[in-house]
């Protein structure tokens, strides 16, 4: 069965950077785009950007451009997000999730970030 | 980006009535060669991923109740829960993924009245 296991909640200060990795398995992990999203405490998503696993492609949310940095390393079948620069309000849960052509069906569990002096 | 809005924000219904979503996009999502809408629906609950309830936006998502269901094509769309069960008490969201910032709603968190 198709899952995406994410690394473990993390406390950052702000000014450093986080690095989040996301594992497929179940499916080919060149098959699917990998997308990013990211939710604040008691709010909505914020759409981040994909990343293509087979090309290194990515697209990333104007809102986070040069603060966002995708890439994969496809020996190990993982994705990254890398966010640089941390500030308080980038406190929240980012998921990953496998792109389909007809949206978003498997996600990760979440990675809890909390940025904190 | 295209704008995605949802209303009513919160909405409390009865068990066994009729709740009804809805979301408009800001520009269409209807792409035409194909003649699908690139939006989708997704039910959140405390402390879980949202989970894909509807794609194309009336098309439901194998394993999903058929008491919801998805309509509307352009802008304008629905998502209706026929007969609104305790475990359908949860937060609501569309997102179109037309073009990216594959943007979503702000939710609508629907209770038991």
């Known amino acids: 069965q198709v899952q995406l296991v994410q690394s473990g909640a993390e406390v950052k200060m702000p000014g450093v950077s986080l690095k989040v990795s996301c594992k497929p398995s179940?499916?080919?992990?060149?098959?699917?785009?990998i997308h990013w999203v990211r939710q604040a405490p008691g709010q909505g998503f914020e759409w981040m950007g994909w990343i293509d696993p087979k090309s290194g492609g990515t697209n990333y949310a104007q809102k986070f451009q040069g603060r966002v940095t995708m890439t994969r390393d496809t020996s190990i079948s993982t994705v990254y997000m890398e966010l640089s620069t941390l500030r308080s309000d980038d406190a929240a849960v980012y998921y990953c999730?496998?792109?389909?052509?007809?949206?978003?069906?498997?996600w990760g569990q979440g990675s809890l970030v909390t940025v904190s002096s | 980006d295209i704008v995605m809005t949802q209303s009513p924000d919160s909405l409390a219904v009865s068990l066994g009535e009729r709740a009804t979503i809805n979301c408009k996009s800001s520009?269409?999502?209807?792409?035409?060669?194909?003649?699908?809408?690139?939006l989708g629906w997704y039910q959140q609950k405390p402390r879980q991923p949202p989970r894909l309830l509807i794609y194309w936006a009336s098309t439901r998502e194998s394993g999903v109740p058929d008491r919801f269901s998805g309509s509307g094509s352009g802008t304008d769309f629905t998502l209706t829960i026929s007969s609104l069960q305790a475990e359908d008490v949860a937060v609501y969201y569309c997102q179109q993924y037309y073009s990216p910032p594959h943007t979503f709603g702000q939710g609508t968190k629907v209770e038991i009245k």
């Open positions: 999730a496998r792109g389909d052509s007809n949206g978003t069906r498997f």
């Open positions: 179940g499916y080919t992990f060149t098959d699917s785009f």
């Open positions: 520009q269409s999502v209807l792409y035409s060669p194909n003649n699908k809408n690139y």
